[in-house]
């Protein structure tokens, strides 16, 4: 990742921790943790690997519906002359229609068990598709996460696929079916790698580091 000129924002390191389905296999709650939660194919994946600049650091996946695991990834950034190290949470996409209903079950119990991780778990990035838009499926996720007192960052993803004079437009319908004001929902594109620098610098400052 480039450098931010302002906060001279840089990623050292980002590497894969572990995969779990369950709280016994999670990796120790020591580092403040960032998770990502969307619907299958919203671009989870696509979107942590640009973030840290590290391209294959999540699996992509053609499939929609592929991730039935919680995957954990350690980062070590720098921010002005502050070096710091958190986790990366990707967790299992929901709403797949050909997910059966059982394993459906299985997945947002998954995401549920997660959701209890503790004051380790400080943000939840929660992905939409800029252009499907909210869907009924994110407003059921929605309640189990505002069961978690971890501050929900709001993620408009694919936002390079609207035409420019609908982007904002879009945005608009997002922010007011949620009551949120526009400036709520942090505008992102993977494919070109814009709105990353400002997702970064708003979701840092909800974190809380250890001394060193």
């Excluded at 600049?53 to 519906?65: E, F």
Aim: charge should be positive.
């Amino acid at each position: 990742m480039e450098a931010n000129s302002l906060n001279k924002l840089k990623v050292l390191k980002a590497d894969f921790v572990v995969s779990a389905t369950q709280a016994a296999h999670f990796p120790p709650p020591v580092l403040p943790e960032v998770a990502f939660v969307g619907r299958s194919n919203v671009g989870k994946s696509s979107l942590l690997n640009v973030l840290t600049g590290k391209s294959k650091l999540a699996r992509v996946s053609r499939t929609p519906g592929r991730t039935r695991l919680i995957n954990f990834f350690e980062i070590e950034l720098y921010r002005g002359l502050q070096k710091l190290r958190l986790r990366l949470v990707d967790l299992p996409g929901y709403g797949y229609a050909k997910v059966s209903k059982a394993e459906s079950e299985n997945l947002r119990q998954m995401l549920r068990g997660y959701l209890q991780r503790g004051p380790c778990l400080q943000v939840l990035v929660w992905l939409i598709d800029a252009k499907v838009g909210l869907t009924a499926v994110d407003m059921q996720i929605l309640e189990l996460l505002e069961e978690n007192p971890a501050r929900l960052l709001l993620v408009a993803t694919k936002t390079d696929q609207l035409p420019k004079a609908q982007r904002k437009v879009q945005l608009g319908r997002i922010a007011s079916a949620l009551e949120l004001p526009l400036e709520a929902v942090f505008a992102v594109s993977a494919k070109e790698g814009w709105g990353l620098e400002p997702l970064w610098e708003n979701l840092l400052p909800s974190l809380t580091f250890s001394q060193p």
